[in-house]
T-cell receptor, first 119, second 112 residues
Framework: AQKITQTQPGMFVQEKEAVTLDCTYD???????LFWYKQPSSGEMIFLIY??????QNATEGRYSLNFQKARKSANLVISASQLGDSAMYFC????????????????FGKGTKLTVNP | DGGITQSPKYLFRKEGQNVTLSCEQN?????MYWYRQDPGQGLRLIYY???????QKGDIAEGYSVSREKKESFPLTVTSAQKNPTAFYLC???????????FGQGTRLTVV
């Protein structure tokens, strides 16, 4: 079963507008971490933002914020004031304990959303 | 500078040959990961390691092998048993417990 679901293969946004990229996750554990990464066409993976499962406040990092709805198992990324340089693939990821291998943690990714910012 | 280094950046191999991708980090991170990315796809976990001399299979471990003899190094061998090895391979490392993973620049493997 897929652990991380990103339902938007592609999204378009006008420069200077805000955009929300969706992410839902599936876990039975109470302690987990959620991450968003950006991958430009160069292929590097750039960390954007982190949300812990016990964090009560939504995470924010500059123009990035994470809309965390724990009961719905949703961790959407909001990018405000989009810039042309924001055009890239965006991946949602989750770290959770590996219950069959005590002490280890898996870090799994969704299939990504390709964001295009139009001038 | 601290970081995670993958080499080579591009790799070409003949079908049926084993090939080893290098991943080295000087961040003193405990956890290391290997991912495979196909065009237009997300990252799929191949293997991961939490400590030296220990590693676990990810979601697509068949046809791959790893070792973790040193904390700094986590090489990935793509064996001839891997039916479709052409892909972009990413290595990552992290301190455990709710911190972000840092990625290398990736190795693009093409089997001809």
């Amino acid at each position: 079963a897929q652990k991380i679901t990103q339902t938007q293969p592609g999204m378009f946004v006008q420069e200077k507008e805000a955009v929300t990229l969706d992410c839902t996750y599936d876990t039975s554990d109470q302690s987990y971490g959620l991450f968003w990464y950006k991958q430009p066409s160069s292929g590097e993976m750039i960390f954007l933002i982190y949300q812990g499962s016990y964090d009560e406040q939504n995470a924010t990092e500059g123009r990035y914020s994470l809309n965390f709805q724990k009961a719905r198992k949703s961790a959407n990324l909001v990018i405000s004031a989009s810039q042309l340089g924001d055009s890239a693939m965006y991946f949602c990821a989750m770290r959770e304990p590996n219950l069959t291998q005590g002490g280890s943690e898996k870090l799994v990714f969704g299939k990504g959303t390709k964001l295009t910012v139009n001038p | 500078d601290g970081g995670i280094t993958q080499s080579p950046k591009y790799l070409f191999r003949k079908e049926g040959q084993n090939v080893t991708l290098s991943c080295e980090q000087n961040l003193n991170h405990d956890a290391m990961y290997w991912y495979r990315q196909d065009p237009g796809q997300g990252l799929r976990l191949i293997y991961y390691s939490q400590i030296v001399n220990d590693f676990q299979k990810g979601d697509i471990a068949e046809g791959y092998s790893v070792s973790r003899e040193k904390k700094e190094s986590f090489p990935l061998t793509v064996t001839s048993a891997q039916k479709n090895p052409t892909a972009f391979y990413l290595c990552a490392s992290s301190v455990t417990k709710n911190t972000e993973a840092f990625f290398g620049q990736g190795t693009r493997l093409t089997v001809v």
